[in-house]
């Protein structure tokens, strides 16, 4: 909502937004047939040991960014936090349609449950808050590898099987230096139920 709401609020063409949050699996929309095309050019390699085996598929469908390369990931987390009430007046996982309308300097927002219903207005910006401008302080993410302990190790067991091209190494040496320092810093990643069995690849 705050990257949405600070969109409208600089946007010189847009007056309001509707987003509507469509039946899961009721979608059909053009992404859904480039997915289920990348699944069976995936399901064509005997194996996918990097990221490029993954870049050399996606490119035959469409335009490629690669994350750290061509766009970045902004803590807007941290910066919502200080424009938005604490307890929202609606649940996100119950709304169908969230409307943005900008009036003047600041964006309102609209909700509805149904389809079909009236739209609510609700105040979601804390009462000393005017409009969503700080989320343009949300500094970039830094790099930051969440692969756990146990994670690591049952990687280190299947590197002993698989022969790593050149281009992918530094991939990998990434991953065992995130998980050797827990760069992620975050107790329930590092701690949570890990099944040995799950594919490292």
């Given at each position: 909502m705050g990257t949405?709401?600070?969109f409208l609020e600089h946007s010189t063409i847009f007056s309001s937004i509707k987003h509507v949050f469509p039946i899961r699996g009721h979608s059909y929309m053009p992404a859904d047939r480039v997915f289920g095309l990348i699944e069976k050019e995936y399901t064509k390699l005997e194996e996918m040991v990097s990221p490029k085996d993954y870049y050399d598929v996606l490119e035959k469908t469409g335009n490629l960014s690669r994350y750290g390369q061509d766009w970045t990931v902004k803590n807007i987390k941290d910066e919502t936090k200080k424009i938005f009430k604490t307890k929202l007046p609606f649940k996100i996982s119950e709304t169908k349609i969230i409307k943005y309308q900008r009036k003047k300097?600041?964006?309102e927002i609209?909700?509805?449950t149904t389809y079909s219903g009236g739209l609510i207005k609700c105040a979601v910006l804390k009462n000393n808050i005017k409009n969503a401008l700080l989320v343009d302080n949300a500094k970039v993410l830094p790099k930051c590898n969440m692969?756990?302990?146990k994670k690591r190790d049952n990687v280190k067991l299947l590197l002993q099987c698989v022969d790593i091209p050149d281009h992918a190494k530094e991939f990998y040496q990434d991953v065992m230096a995130?998980?050797?320092d827990n760069t992620g810093k975050d107790e329930d990643n590092i701690n949570k139920d890990y099944d040995d069995s799950e594919n490292a690849f």
């Open positions: 949405l709401m600070n300097e600041k964006v609209f909700v509805s692969v756990n302990i995130a998980a050797n």
